[in-house]
């Protein structure tokens, strides 16, 4: 199973971006999505989530400026970022679970930077 991703780019500080996550097949046949991100020199880190059902989660040092969502006719995930800083500069990427097994996206490149 191969996720696309794409929508990175430069973006100024206080900007905003939405990235998109497409999968080839049925996106609620999957039991979450997930956005990660890995900046030069640090561990990834997570994101957000959304489960098959549509219920959403976010650590706290994004929830309020991060928004993950999908349209199942399209089979593509999203991630809203909003309020964007320099420090949400880094390798943006998606993941599908479905059963044990992980899938992963090519990262897109955010950098937020004036």
């Known amino acids: 199973v191969q996720l696309q991703a794409s929508g990175g780019g430069l973006v100024q500080p206080g900007g905003s971006l939405r990235l998109s996550c497409v999968v080839p097949?049925?996106?609620?046949?999957?039991?979450?999505m997930a956005w990660y991100r890995q900046a030069p020199g640090k561990q990834r880190e997570w994101l957000a989530r959304i489960t098959a059902g549509g219920i959403t989660d976010y650590p706290d040092s994004v929830k309020g400026r991060f928004t993950i969502s999908r349209e199942i006719r399209r089979n593509t995930m999203y991630l809203q970022m909003n309020n964007l800083k320099p420090e949400d500069t880094a390798e943006y990427y998606c993941?599908?679970?479905?059963?044990?097994?992980?899938?992963w996206g090519q990262g897109t490149l955010v950098t937020v930077s004036s």
């Open positions: 097949r049925n996106i609620v046949s999957f039991k979450s």
């Open positions: 993941e599908a679970t479905r059963g044990a097994s992980e899938y």
